[in-house]
T-cell receptor
Framework: AQKITQTQPGMFVQEKEAVTLDCTYD???????LFWYKQPSSGEMIFLIY??????QNATEGRYSLNFQKARKSANLVISASQLGDSAMYFC??????????FGTGTKLQVIP | DGGITQSPKYLFRKEGQNVTLSCEQN?????MYWYRQDPGQGLRLIYY???????QKGDIAEGYSVSREKKESFPLTVTSAQKNPTAFYLC?????????????FGDGTRLSIL
């Protein structure tokens, strides 16, 4: 079985500040991948960042970085220099057992001017 | 441009009726997925397919059926056995069988009960 947990239903952050969105996971598959997606109010899913279970370094993509702590089974997303356009739902997802991809319940981020 | 096309955008179902949601991709992706999203909730996996003529149940497959007769098409049928079908349905695909590539998503279908 595999499970993704996002414990923050909602978060507020001041514009230009950094914010961390939490994600913990559980799987018995030693080979897995972790993804973060953004879903604006329009409903589209936008891929942000990927981390493989065997990757030695934390993934970074522009203002997004993934704080991967394998022993703690956590894969937190860090958004630096928040912008108003970052207001959206954010989902953590895990691919394990070959191609099964499951999602967490999401965190609603609101950026305050 | 390549992408995933879901149709229709809005769909209404009468009690006891089966309805089929279309998902077509021209990205030449091997894997395809169907998810259900309830308001304010995450995505729950219904079915997924790695190759043509093969598919696996996800976490909430009861009341749903799929087929994968062509690489580019992965239709989802919501049967009358699904008692609470009102939700937003998202189709996705990924380019390879290793699963290291991100999923590409369609724009979704909103299904409601009449």
């Amino acid at each position: 079985a595999q499970k993704i947990t996002q414990t923050q239903p909602g978060m507020f952050v001041q514009e230009k500040e950094a914010v961390t969105l939490d994600c913990t996971y559980d799987t018995s598959d030693p080979s897995y991948g972790l993804f973060w997606y953004k879903q604006p109010s329009s409903g589209e899913m936008i891929f942000l960042i990927y981390q493989g279970s065997y990757d030695q370094q934390n993934a970074t993509e522009g203002r997004y970085s993934l704080n991967f702590q394998k022993a703690r089974k956590s894969a937190n997303l860090v958004i630096s220099a928040s912008q108003l356009g970052d207001s959206a739902m954010y989902f953590c997802a895990m691919r394990a057992f070959y191609l099964k991809v499951t999602f967490g319940t999401g965190t609603k981020l609101q950026v305050i001017p | 441009d390549g992408g995933i096309t879901q149709s229709p955008k809005y769909l209404f179902r009468k009690e006891g009726q089966n309805v089929t949601l279309s998902c077509e991709q021209n990205l030449n992706h091997d894997a395809m997925y169907w998810y259900r999203q309830d308001p304010g909730q995450g995505l729950r996996l219904i079915y997924y397919s790695q190759i043509v003529n093969d598919f696996q149940k996800g976490d909430i497959a009861e009341g749903y059926s799929v087929s994968r007769e062509k690489k580019e098409s992965f239709p989802l049928t919501v049967t009358s056995a699904q008692k609470n079908p009102t939700a937003f349905y998202l189709c996705a695909s990924s380019p390879d069988r290793t699963g290291n590539q991100p999923q590409h998503f369609g724009d979704g279908t909103r299904l409601s009960i009449l």
